[in-house]
């Protein structure tokens, strides 16, 4: 990566769960995100906010360099769209943005750390005026990749330091959950206090007991910044959520007389995110046999596309240009265009739509073919 003046990656995370956003910020010149300090004022609304994100980011490089990803409590289809939206009304450009989850970013924080951090199962301890939010994090180690698991978060009441009996209370959840007779955390991360020794003298005693613990800040705001690093690397360790994309889809072909599937988008990254292509050459009759392997195991779903009307010609004379979105989490739509073949079989113009809507074990397609 380039690092003079500010010019090569530089990443970002939006953390906005609250009217304000919190954004971290880091380029190759960092060891770490670091928060990127910003008034808001009076500007309200998404677009305004993104847009002054923007602008403060083009301060420590180019505007084609930069990755974001943005924390939001609405993971519905609509909200992640809307928020794209703004995104680029506000000056993103398509690619440059991701959308996640509460979960996932604490999932990419706590998995960019080093793997002793991670070994057993992870807390992420976030106190607030009453109780304390609860998350914890585990990986599966036997799996490949790495299948990264969070449990929905608990909220363990302990009252306010005035009513006395805080440390007490404290003391009890940690130890049902994770206390000095169990070692099945390896790491606890600390938020919103320094857990001294005056308010929290037991508490703190069993929370530390033979496991690592730190104070932390920003934690979505840097998950989802370690995030945008690597957004487009293939991860030792997978997250699967409501956005997760769980199918691998490949085309079937033939290299040196073999049969095999050539993959075109693997499982894994976000639905929204997918734009792959691939061109093809049609050795035999117009028809195109797509197979859709789940990442959880099964066996794979196989479909046909047909090409009609397709210009009759010798077998290998017909290029075609594969193209693969995801409309929708389980809707894989794939474009097939004619490219003919250089200057002895000239493009006929020709596109095919079809639309699999992929589910456990079934399928269906509805395909359409039209001239441009």
Not at 18 to 33: A, L
Not at 241 to 265: A, D, F, H
Not at 297 to 311: N, Q, S, T, Y
């Amino acid at each position: 990566m380039e690092n003079a003046n500010g010019s090569g990656q530089l990443c970002a995370g939006i953390d906005y769960r609250e009217k304000d956003p919190r954004v971290c910020y880091w380029n190759s010149q960092m060891k770490e995100p670091q928060e990127l300090p910003l008034d808001f004022g009076e500007q309200a609304g998404h677009v305004a906010c993104l847009r002054r994100i923007l602008s403060a980011l083009k301060r420590y490089g180019k505007k084609q360099n930069i990755r974001a990803a943005i924390v939001q409590p609405d993971l519905s289809e609509e909200g992640i769209r809307r928020t794209l939206r703004e995104a680029y009304e506000a000056g993103f450009q398509e690619g440059q943005i991701q959308v996640m989850g509460e979960a996932e970013s604490l999932v990419h924080f706590v998995m960019h750390q080093t793997n002793d951090i991670w070994q057993q199962q992870v807390w992420i301890l976030e106190f607030g005026t009453d109780e304390v939010k609860a998350t914890r994090i585990q990986a599966n180690k036997r799996s490949t990749p790495m299948i990264v698991e969070t449990k929905d978060p608990e909220y363990w009441y302990i009252g306010n330091l005035l009513e006395g009996n805080r440390d007490e209370k404290l003391l009890q959840h940690v130890e049902e959950r994770f206390g000095k007779n169990s070692n099945r955390a390896s790491a606890v991360f600390l938020t919103g206090t320094d857990l001294n020794t005056r308010d929290y003298k037991k508490s703190r005693e069993a929370i530390c007991f033979r496991r690592r613990v730190f104070l932390a800040d920003l934690l979505y705001a840097r998950g989802a910044c370690m995030l945008a690093q690597d957004s487009r690397e293939q991860k030792p360790y997978l997250f699967l959520s409501g956005q997760t994309l769980l199918y691998n889809v490949g085309i079937r072909s033939s290299r040196s007389g073999k049969e095999e599937v050539y993959t075109i988008v693997r499982a894994g990254l976000s639905w929204y995110e997918v734009r792959e292509s691939c061109e093809v050459i049609l050795c035999s009759e117009p028809l195109l046999e797509f197979v859709f392997q789940s990442m959880l195991g099964g066996e794979p779903i196989r479909a046909g596309m047909h090409l009609p009307d397709l210009p009759d010609r010798p077998g290998g004379t017909s290029r075609l240009l594969v193209e693969v979105c995801f409309p929708a989490p389980a809707q894989c739509e794939i474009k097939v265009t004619d490219l003919g073949f250089g200057e002895l079989y000239p493009s006929s113009e020709l596109c095919w739509k079809e639309s699999f809507v992929l589910e456990e074990q079934e399928e269906m397609s509805h395909g359409t073919g039209y001239g441009l």
